[in-house]
T-cell receptor
Framework: EAGVVQSPRYKIIEKKQPVAFWCNPI?????LYWYLQNLGQGPELLIR????????DSQLPKDRFSAERLKGVDSTLKIQPAELGDSAVYLC???????????FGPGTRLTVL | KNEVEQSPQNLTAQEGEFITINCSYS?????LHWLQQHPGGGIVSLFM???GKKKHGRLIATINIQEKHSSLHITASHPRDSAVYIC??????????????FGKGTHLIIQP
């Protein structure tokens, strides 16, 4: 069975440009998470979806970040415009439900120049 | 103060040594994860536990809910065990931020 798929794996952009990350969770996993991981730090939750509903987005900087999971399967995380401080690894994870084991994708490493 | 504290932050040991990584947390939890992250790699879940002890190969994880403490042990360590080990907790529903709350990780290097 395929794990959590993320693309791209690496992205380099100039500041003020838009960028989007894509995540395909494990089949049957209703819960999807986006995490941000800065260098040398543990991940931090950005947003959690239960099916297509965003149930916890309190940590998402809504002035520039947006996310969607239209059909309750794939999800896209967007930054517009990107800032230098957005350089980090963006991780997607999925689980059968809240409180269940989470499975992580390989992450997208974003570099903003 | 972080809700999840790990120690040590960095650990270098010789091949074959017994390794212990500790995790303390300050919130009520429903479960705790131990995760492994290799440089440039994604995160792999090693264990999820809510009580007692679990063993998988050379890895052992224990948790004491009353003391809010967990340990990850590696027996007969090998250079391929070199990675960052992260402790993460699932807070009780409604008790705080959702998703996992992560420690900063323990950077382990096993020298041949």
């Amino acid at each position: 069975e395929a794990g959590v798929v993320q693309s791209p794996r690496y992205k380099i952009i100039e500041k003020k440009q838009p960028v989007a990350f894509w995540c395909n969770p494990i089949s049957g996993h209703n819960t999807l998470y986006w995490y941000l991981q800065n260098l040398g730090q543990g991940p931090e939750l950005l947003i959690r979806y239960e099916n297509e509903e965003a149930v916890d987005d309190s940590q998402l900087p809504k002035d520039r970040f947006s996310a969607e999971r239209l059909k309750g399967v794939d999800s896209t995380l967007k930054i517009q415009p990107a800032e230098l401080g957005d350089s980090a690894v963006y991780l997607c994870a999925s689980s059968l439900g809240r409180g269940n084991e989470q499975f992580f994708g390989p992450g997208t490493r974003l570099t903003v120049l | 103060k972080n809700e999840v504290e790990q120690s040590p932050q960095n650990l270098t040991a010789q091949e074959g040594e017994f390794i212990t990584i500790n995790c303390s947390y300050s919130v009520g939890i429903s479960a705790l994860h131990w995760l492994q992250q290799h440089p440039g790699g994604g995160i792999v879940s090693l264990f999820m536990l809510s009580s007692g002890k679990k063993k998988h190969g050379r890895l052992i994880a224990t948790i004491n809910i009353q003391e809010k403490h967990s340990s990850l042990h590696i027996t007969a360590s090998h250079p391929r065990d070199s990675a960052v080990y992260i402790c993460a907790v699932i807070p009780w529903a409604g008790g705080g931020a959702d998703g996992l709350t992560f420690g900063k990780g323990t950077h382990l290097i096993i020298q041949p």
